[in-house]
């Protein structure tokens, strides 16, 4: 019904035509329903479309199961299958698309080959020309995606723009926005996945979960599982986090708490948490078990295990048994065990004063005993026996028979009479001691000393000796 509809039909069964023009082209084709001027005007052989409003796959030649509404709605499309339109140009400039499902005014507007796409919304998808498999909810989702495939975007103008709120999104692939606003890192964006309203993309193959006012994320699962890298901006509270690579916390707490489970952090590679600065003000570190605070890394670089005020750069204390300043301070109750050579400036005991009445109010020191070698020292007492003693060395110090000469050599001895006024002097041969008095029958009581310069693998293979395993006692200042 209209002015030249049907005009050229010979064979064509089941047809409906309203409108100036509506399917004045076709020949054969059957079961198609055209409501509009100009409505599949140049369609020939194509079945099963219907077309309602001005221009409404206008161009269409051969295809057949497209449904087009609204005015100039899959105007170009001459042979792309199995589409639907509907929406003011919605698929307008579409030749030959397949499987589209396209509502909205100007969605997927600029289409021309693409298959395949999912869009509801005003402009949703508009620039998108040959883009595949891509699903578009909301005004303006996907609205600069070109020829990106592969995506899914749900809110208004999602997967649009980059993080700047400016920037187009023209060629994202395998990438995920579900949210209003949501934005992606770059214009090219791979495999990216972004949620919340305002979220903005961190980059290819990442995920990105609420946006910069968001304070605490909840995940009510068992287990957080992530295969190499886990970043979080500011707080990871778990009931027990299990990671195969690298950890990153970047914020001011890593909490793991649960009164069932072990709390543990696995990492096969690297594990670096870091507490950083938040609008200049520096964070702390802290460490604690049953409520209560074990460890803490002061913003300084200060360590204190049982202690909650270390005092000094690289300052260490454990417990809080005394105190300790300087550069590089280090305070422990318990036994320090060194694998190592340890080297320092100078030396001392520092204890509680022994003398009871003085034990609250003063400490006792004394300095350490130095020298330009490696001495061992070995003393005792002997009395001798018609003028001579000796004395197991390995014995007399509660060590295995031959430590002594396996730990030593260039033996030197010091003895001193301490009943009378006769000379004695003494030896070392082997791990024995021997004292003679000048004085055959001489029963007196002998003080004696040994020192003996440590010559064991240690010292041969320290850096700190030469290639006899003596001290090197001066050497080139390192670098600093």
């Known amino acids: 019904m209209g002015y030249l509809t049907l005009l050229n039909n010979c064979s064509g069964t089941e047809n409906v035509a309203l409108g100036s023009h509506a399917m004045c082209c076709n020949t054969t084709a059957s079961q198609n329903v055209a409501v509009g001027s100009l409505a599949m005007n140049k369609s020939t052989t194509g079945a099963l479309n219907v077309a309602v409003g001005y221009?409404?796959?206008?161009?269409?030649?051969?295809?057949?199961?497209?449904?087009?509404?609204?005015?100039?709605?899959?105007?170009?499309?001459?042979?792309?299958?199995?589409?639907?339109?509907?929406?003011?140009?919605?698929?307008c400039a579409a030749t030959d698309g397949d499987y589209n499902a396209i509502v909205g005014y100007q969605a997927n507007r600029l289409l021309t080959t693409g298959c395949y796409n999912a869009t509801l919304g005003y402009v949703a998808a508009y620039a998108n020309t040959t883009g595949e498999y891509n699903t578009a909810v909301g005004n303006g989702a996907l609205c600069c995606n070109t020829d990106g495939d592969n995506n899914v975007a749900i809110g208004r103008v999602a997967g649009a723009f980059t993080d700047t709120g400016s920037g187009a999104v023209t060629s994202p692939d395998k990438s995920t926005y579900i949210g209003g606003c949501?934005?992606?890192?770059?214009?090219?964006?791979?495999?990216e996945t972004v949620i919340g309203f305002c979220a903005c993309g961190c980059g290819n193959n990442s995920v990105s979960i609420g946006n910069c006012d968001v304070g605490v994320t909840y995940i009510n699962g068992d287990t957080v599982?992530?295969?190499?890298?886990?970043?979080?901006?500011?707080?990871?509270?778990?009931?027990?986090?299990?990671?195969?690579?690298?950890?990153?916390?970047?914020g001011d707490a890593l909490h793991f708490a649960n009164d069932t489970y072990t709390a543990y952090i696995c990492a096969a590679s690297q594990l670096t948490i870091e507490a950083d600065s938040d609008n200049d003000t520096a964070k702390m570190m802290q460490f604690?078990?049953?409520?209560?605070?074990?460890?803490?890394?002061?913003?300084?670089?200060?360590?204190?295990?049982?202690d909650t005020s270390p005092s000094s750069c690289y300052y260490l204390s454990v417990g809080t048994c005394g105190?300790?300043?300087?550069?590089?301070?280090?305070?422990?109750?318990?036994?320090?065990?060194?694998?190592?050579?340890?080297?320092?400036?100078?030396?001392?005991?520092?204890?509680?004063?022994?003398l009871p009445a003085l034990s609250a109010s003063k400490c006792l020191s004394h300095s350490f005993v130095e020298a330009p070698q490696a001495d061992n020292i070995y003393s005792g007492v002997v009395q001798l026996t018609a003028g001579k003693a000796t004395v197991?060395?390995?014995?007399?110090?509660?060590?295995?028979?031959?430590?002594?000469?396996?730990?030593?050599?260039?033996?030197?001895?010091?003895t001193t009479n301490e009943t009378n006024w006769d000379p004695v002097r003494g030896s070392v041969s082997g791990n024995t001691l021997?004292?003679?008095?000048?004085?055959?029958?001489?029963?007196?009581?002998i003080s004696w000393m040994v020192l003996g310069e440590r010559h064991d693998p240690h010292m041969l293979q320290n850096p700190y000796t030469d290639s006899e395993g003596r001290i090197r006692v001066e050497y080139d200042k390192p670098e600093e």
């Open 55 to 91: 221009e409404a796959l206008k161009a269409t030649t051969t295809a057949g199961c497209n449904t087009a509404i609204g005015m100039s709605s899959m105007l170009k499309n001459t042979t792309g299958i199995k589409n639907v339109a509907v929406g003011t140009y919605a698929m």
């Open 182 to 191: 949501t934005r992606a890192s770059q214009a090219t964006p791979l495999n």
């Open 225 to 250: 599982c992530a295969k190499q890298h886990l970043c979080v901006p500011n707080i990871l509270t778990a009931c027990c986090g299990r990671f195969t690579s690298d950890v990153c916390i970047n």
């Open 288 to 306: 604690k078990t049953s409520g209560s605070e074990r460890m803490r890394i002061h913003t300084n670089g200060s360590v204190g295990i049982g």
């Open 323 to 354: 105190s300790c300043s300087g550069q590089g301070s280090i305070t422990t109750c318990g036994a320090v065990c060194i694998g190592g050579a340890l080297s320092k400036a100078s030396g001392c005991f520092n204890i509680k004063h022994p």
């Open 392 to 414: 197991n060395i390995d014995s007399q110090h509660d060590m295995t028979d031959g430590t002594l000469t396996a730990l030593n050599r260039c033996f030197r001895t010091f």
């Open 434 to 445: 021997t004292v003679e008095s000048c004085v055959v029958d001489s029963t007196a009581t």
